[in-house]
């Protein structure tokens, strides 16, 4: 693996998952309580024994930088590392990035630096665990220019992913980007030739692209220099690569979810507290998901009641009720709180004596949730300040809405209260 450079894709704007992009990069949003969206490609490389990665982005890349500086020093006599590469200009090219390929492509020059055989390319906003010593492993034995991670899938989800065909040796032959009706049935594949059991096959007889990709390092460099008008991976360099170059495909069979929306986001989130096994795990010791060690105290609990729910390290709670939600690091509940369904990111620091019961007769309403406030269906950005008796419970089912001025948002009915927002005593949302 010491022949690999990974390349991980930071995303654009991170529209879709906008009001928690506003002041982060799409790939330093928290995930779990704990960890960010960048944890999971680099741990997924790290254990699969690829250290020599970069990190592509080209918008509010503070945080990000310093997520990762602080995160991941491999040792001096290694040539390991991660390493933030923002968008530029330079004499050759003057404006941002203007998709994925171009994103590499604008690189291109220091990537060219690196003795490496192969370059992997991956996305910064999937959950999933990954050994891709396996993937690269495939790509090596069957002669590939090009390899796609693929994942097999039902004929009810098809239409939302870009689909290939392949034949009897697993070469990729055709390409179609969410395809429906009778273009649709015409992507479906034997997907018993890459692996899957004849049963398996024929409940998911459609395979779609993970946006996962390993390129021969000249053909990468042929391709991105050749055609310098392609700017995206998915949706033109690999589909007009197909008749000239060998593209295989390779099946992953295990969990994986873009994240790439609030409404993902906030499900995969709480889709990790289910019992008794919860789609993907945080607890694999053979596999770890690494992420900056904070050093902070243990969670107090005061007197609460605590159901299906992940409470991360620096926590207190005190006297209130806690069911199917995540709380990240530094949460403070105060006495009287319900919290339902929702992902609470925490806070970046305490303030001070805040062990103490906080009153409501406050001149400033402090880092946390309020007394007596009751949440259902939110994401509560970081360094949020929670009044007391506050409702964030969406009273008139609203799906969409748009309340910056007042401190939150609403996408698919999901109430997302902005980072370092200030919501009054008494609010009702």
């Known amino acids: ?184 049935k015409k992507m479906a594949v034997d997907t018993t030739i890459l692996g899957l059991d004849k049963s398996q096959a024929e409940q998911q007889p459609y395979i779609a692209s993970m946006g996962i990709y390993i390129f021969k390092r000249d053909v990468l460099i042929k391709l991105l220099k050749d055609a310098t008008e392609r700017t995206d991976f998915g949706k033109e360099i690999i589909p007009d690569s197909a008749n000239d170059y060998n593209i295989q495909a390779y099946l992953f069979d295990g969990y994986w979810e873009d994240i790439g929306t609030i409404e993902a986001f906030y499900n995969a989130n709480l889709a990790l507290t289910k019992q008794p096994r919860p789609p993907f795990s945080f607890y694999d010791e053979h596999a770890p998901i690494y992420t900056r060690a904070r050093y902070l105290p243990p969670s107090k609990l005061l007197d609460c009641h605590v159901t299906q729910s992940i409470v991360s390290e620096g926590c207190i709670l005190k006297n209130c009720r806690i069911e199917n939600s995540v709380l990240g690091v530094r949460s403070r509940i105060e006495a009287g709180c319900v919290i339902q369904d929702s992902l609470i990111m925490g ?30 269906r939110a994401i509560i950005d970081k360094n949020t300040h929670i009044g007391c008796d506050v409702q964030i419970v969406n009273k008139d089912n609203v799906q969409e809405a748009e309340r910056e001025n007042q401190g939150f948002y609403i996408r698919n009915g999901i109430v997302v209260v902005l980072k370092n927002a200030v919501i009054p005593d008494g609010t009702i949302i």
């Not at 779990?32 to 080209?58: H, W």
């Not at 409501?360 to 949440?375: L, M, Y």
């Open 1 to 184: 693996m010491k022949r690999v450079l990974a390349i991980i894709l930071g995303g654009g704007a991170g529209t879709r998952l906008y009001p928690l992009t506003k002041l982060r990069a799409k790939p330093a949003v928290p995930l779990a309580g704990k960890y960010r969206l960048i944890d999971i490609p680099v741990s997924n490389c790290i254990n699969s024994e690829i250290f020599k990665i970069y990190v592509l982005t080209q918008f509010n890349s503070a945080s990000l930088n310093r997520h990762i500086a602080r995160t991941y020093n491999f040792s001096g006599f290694t040539e390991g590392f991660v390493e933030v590469l923002a968008a530029q200009q330079t004499p050759e090219n003057l404006s941002w990035f203007q998709g994925t390929a171009d994103a590499v492509r604008q690189y291109l020059w220091l990537f060219e630096e690196w003795g490496v055989d192969e370059y992997l390319i991956l996305s910064g906003d999937h959950l999933y665990r990954m050994d891709y010593r396996l993937f690269i492993q495939r790509h090596r034995e069957t002669g590939a220019d090009i390899t796609l991670s693929v994942i097999p899938i039902d004929e009810r989800r098809a239409s939302d992913f870009g689909l290939m065909k392949i034949d009897q040796s697993g070469r990729v032959i055709d390409f179609s980007e969410k395809p429906k009706g009778d273009a649709l």
């Open 347 to 376: 806070a970046d620091f305490y303030q001070p004596f805040a062990e103490r019961q906080s009153d409501c007769d406050h001149r400033s309403i402090p880092v946390g949730i309020g007394a007596n406030t009751t949440i259902r």
